[in-house]
């Protein structure tokens, strides 16, 4: 059976605050979350773990994530020499704006697709981190890595997602992803 990994983190910092989207490795990671289908459950990483899991990253076959080759790896590239973008994975944020080109968010596809919102907002969690909320920022991370697992789950079985256009009008985006075997 094929280890597909889907991953998520939050970061202790904002763009803003280490000078710009240019420095993303400068944002440091807060928590990371994945879901293994070979073992069928999540775990939790914090920082102090984070060896652990560009670990699990790297042994998966492939890694399913919402903006994570341009966002999550980079956050973690501050953390290895390893060039995680060699990782098998599939972007959906990717493969959606290529083929929309749009850039819809997590929530914008997820509550057009299957009616569930995102719980919070990245800033929120960078927010927690500050309070030490790590609780809050565990769950939310595992709330987001499922939204991405159900709405993956979802394109693959019925071929497409959709996102709410600017009218209010709900668009269907074919996909051509696949799900890992049983």
Known sequence: MKNI?????????????VGGWGKI????????????????????????????????LMRADLVIGYN?????????????????????????FLDLQA???RKLSLDDV????????KTSKGLQAVEWFK??????????CCYDVKLTRLLHEYGATHKHVYYTDFTGRKVKI???WSL???
């Open 99 to 101: 083929a929309t080109n």
């Open 25 to 56: 490795c400068d944002l440091r990671m807060s928590v990371g979350v994945i879901y293994s289908t070979a073992t069928d459950d999540y775990k939790i990483f914090a920082e102090a773990q984070v060896d652990q899991l560009i670990k699990e």
């Open 110 to 117: 997820g509550a057009a697709t299957l009616g569930f919102h």
């Open 180 to 182: 890992p075997p049983s």
């Open 68 to 92: 994570h080759v341009r966002f999550d790896y980079e956050v973690l590239h501050a953390y290895t020499p390893m060039d995680l973008r060699q990782v098998p994975s599939l972007d959906l």
């Open 174 to 176: 074919p996909v051509n």
């Open 5 to 17: 990994v889907y991953f998520d983190l939050e970061t202790q910092k904002t763009a803003e605050e």
């Open 131 to 140: 309070q030490g909320k790590l609780v809050e920022i565990a769950e939310y």
